[in-house]
């Protein structure tokens, strides 16, 4: 139990710190990409207002007046006398309208072919794209009247410094999520130990009181039963017996918690379906008397490493259960089943539905649904306290759910 408490609490400390790692990074990362391609969209747009056919071409393709929507809605603040912008390496294919290259400005050492320009260009101008990246070169299209040019710039060394910052990033974020991780351990048990403390004295105060109250128990029923055979029937005497009576039951209930939480359990093989029909059997007349009629849906040949006798009272508590809290006389289901591995025990019974914020609460020692009862039935909320504890030591998981006006305990157990 505390284990999976300092589990969830290392879980839900690590998802916090990555969750803002991971959003920060994402936050940063975003940004930084939005606005270095705004800024690459701003200097290709600048270069090519600033850019003019050589004389050469110029003589063969009058200059004509850029058409007024190539460059509609655009607006930046970019200074084009900046040092990031001088510095910045430009290409440049200019194309007529029939699909001639005019002109390829390709600054020298060449980074890229003219061929590759060329190809890329032709590309983007059957494209329907103005302006995006391609690998590490930011493109802009524009219609220069006449002509086509096509604007690259090349980002490789800006790439190349945020693929290494990333990776760095990267590297160093999970080296403190290693430390925070262990970080977190530490703390789980830190927060986790005085609760483990606190609930391994309280299994030691019902052992050690079970085991105190026990003798006091026996000697009163002993001299009662002494005294109702010296002084025959009397009504306070039988008031003792009955209080006594129930006192013992409360005792052994106490015993068997703690002895199913404190000590380890001999398993073997166990044919768990012989037993449940044995257990079964031994409830019907139990149902029957309180006019129920006890069903039982058991498959065969299912086996479990566990302890039969823990296994049994399993059973029992259930189907006590269901015979003492349905609200009305009818059937009481047990079934068992082979499921995924394990071996499906199930007990339904007609009954008012359990709130579900009081679904879980229900396997805690003491905890009875209606606070109302106290204890005359001489059952005290620890039936299904032991149950849980049992199917804990036995590697199971035992849950309760409300539908259609039935309540359903299962129980899972791993198969052989």
């Not at 058409?67 to 603040?77: A, L, Q, S, T």
């Not at 970019?78 to 194309?95: E, G, H, I, W």
């Not at 040019?149 to 590297?171: G, H, K, P, Q, W």
């Not at 029992?316 to 025990?345: P, Q, W």
């Given at each position: 139990?505390?284990?999976?408490?300092?589990?969830?609490?290392?879980?839900?400390?690590?998802?916090?710190?990555?969750?803002?790692?991971?959003?920060?990074?994402?936050?940063?990362?975003?940004?930084?990409?939005?606005?270095?391609?705004?800024?690459?969209q701003e200097m290709l747009h600048a270069h090519t207002q600033m850019y003019t056919l050589s004389q050469k071409f110029g003589k063969?393709?009058?200059?004509?007046?850029?058409?007024?929507?190539?460059?509609?809605?655009?607006?930046?603040?970019?200074?084009?006398?900046?040092?990031?912008?001088?510095?910045?390496?430009?290409?440049?294919?200019?194309?007529?309208?029939?699909?001639?290259?005019?002109?390829?400005?390709?600054?020298?050492?060449?980074?890229?072919?003219?061929?590759?320009?060329?190809?890329?260009?032709?590309?983007?101008?059957?494209?329907?794209?103005?302006?995006?990246?391609?690998?590490?070169?930011?493109?802009?299209?524009?219609?220069?009247?006449?002509?086509?040019?096509?604007?690259?710039?090349?980002?490789?060394?800006?790439?190349?410094?945020?693929?290494?910052?990333?990776?760095?990033?990267?590297?160093?974020?999970?080296?403190?999520?290693?430390?925070?991780?262990?970080?977190?351990?530490?703390?789980?048990?830190?927060?986790?130990?005085?609760?483990?403390?606190?609930?391994?004295?309280?299994?030691?105060?019902?052992?050690?009181?079970?085991?105190?109250?026990?003798?006091?128990?026996?000697?009163?029923?002993?001299?009662?039963?002494?005294?109702?055979?010296?002084?025959?029937?009397?009504?306070?005497?039988?008031?003792?017996?009955?209080?006594?009576?129930?006192?013992?039951?409360?005792?052994?209930?106490l015993l068997d918690l703690a002895k199913t939480e404190n000590v380890t359990p001999q398993t073997e093989r166990i044919d768990f379906?012989?037993?449940?029909?044995?257990?079964?059997?031994?409830?019907?007349?139990?149902?029957?008397?309180?006019?129920?009629?006890?069903?039982?849906?058991?498959?065969?040949?299912?086996?479990?490493?566990?302890?039969?006798?823990?296994?049994?009272?399993?059973?029992?508590?259930?189907?006590?259960?269901?015979?003492?809290?349905?609200?009305?006389?009818?059937?009481?289901?047990?079934?068992?089943?082979?499921?995924?591995?394990?071996?499906?025990?199930?007990?339904?019974?007609?009954?008012?539905?359990?709130?579900?914020?009081?679904?879980?609460?229900?396997?805690?020692?003491?905890?009875?649904?209606?606070?109302?009862?106290?204890?005359?039935?001489?059952?005290?909320?620890?039936?299904?306290?032991?149950?849980?504890?049992?199917?804990?030591?036995?590697?199971?998981?035992?849950?309760?759910?409300?539908?259609?006006?039935?309540?359903?305990?299962?129980?899972?157990?791993?198969?052989?």
């Amino acid at each position: 139990m505390f284990k999976k408490s300092r589990r969830k609490i290392v879980a839900a400390i690590m998802s916090v710190l990555v969750t803002l790692w991971v959003g920060t990074l994402g936050v940063i990362y975003t940004s930084s990409y939005f606005e270095m391609s705004k800024q690459n969209q701003e200097m290709l747009h600048a270069h090519t207002q600033m850019y003019t056919l050589s004389q050469k071409f110029g003589k063969n393709t009058p200059p004509k007046k850029p058409r007024p929507d190539d460059d509609r809605g655009f607006k930046h603040d970019f200074d084009p006398q900046s040092p990031k912008f001088q510095l910045s390496t430009f290409y440049t294919v200019a194309v007529s309208n029939d699909g001639e290259i005019l002109e390829i400005k390709n600054e020298q050492p060449a980074v890229h072919s003219n061929t590759d320009l060329e190809k890329l260009a032709q590309e983007l101008i059957g494209g329907n794209k103005q302006y995006g990246t391609n690998k590490n070169l930011a493109f802009y299209k524009v219609d220069k009247g006449g002509y086509t040019l096509v604007a690259f710039m090349d980002n490789t060394v800006i790439n190349e410094s945020a693929m290494t910052l990333f990776r760095y990033t990267l590297i160093f974020g999970g080296v403190v999520i290693v430390l925070f991780f262990f970080l977190s351990l530490f703390l789980a048990k830190k927060i986790v130990t005085p609760l483990e403390e606190s609930y391994q004295k309280q299994k030691q105060f019902i052992s050690d009181a079970g085991h105190e109250l026990k003798t006091p128990v026996s000697v009163v029923s002993a001299n009662a039963e002494i005294l109702s055979r010296e002084i025959g029937g009397n009504q306070w005497l039988q008031n003792i017996q009955y209080e006594n009576e129930r006192m013992g039951t409360l005792v052994c209930q106490l015993l068997d918690l703690a002895k199913t939480e404190n000590v380890t359990p001999q398993t073997e093989r166990i044919d768990f379906s012989r037993l449940a029909v044995s257990e079964a059997l031994a409830f019907e007349s139990i149902a029957f008397e309180k006019g129920f009629v006890l069903n039982q849906n058991i498959e065969n040949s299912i086996y479990v490493d566990g302890n039969g006798i823990q296994l049994k009272q399993i059973i029992s508590i259930l189907l006590d259960n269901a015979i003492r809290h349905s609200k009305e006389r009818g059937e009481v289901r047990l079934t068992l089943m082979k499921e995924h591995g394990f071996a499906k025990l199930s007990v339904i019974n007609k009954a008012d539905e359990i709130p579900e914020e009081e679904q879980t609460k229900i396997f805690e020692r003491f905890y009875r649904v209606d606070t109302a009862r106290n204890g005359e039935d001489k059952h005290y909320g620890l039936g299904l306290a032991i149950a849980k504890a049992i199917v804990i030591t036995h590697k199971g998981k035992i849950s309760v759910r409300c539908y259609d006006g039935l309540v359903e305990f299962s129980v899972l157990i791993p198969s052989l």
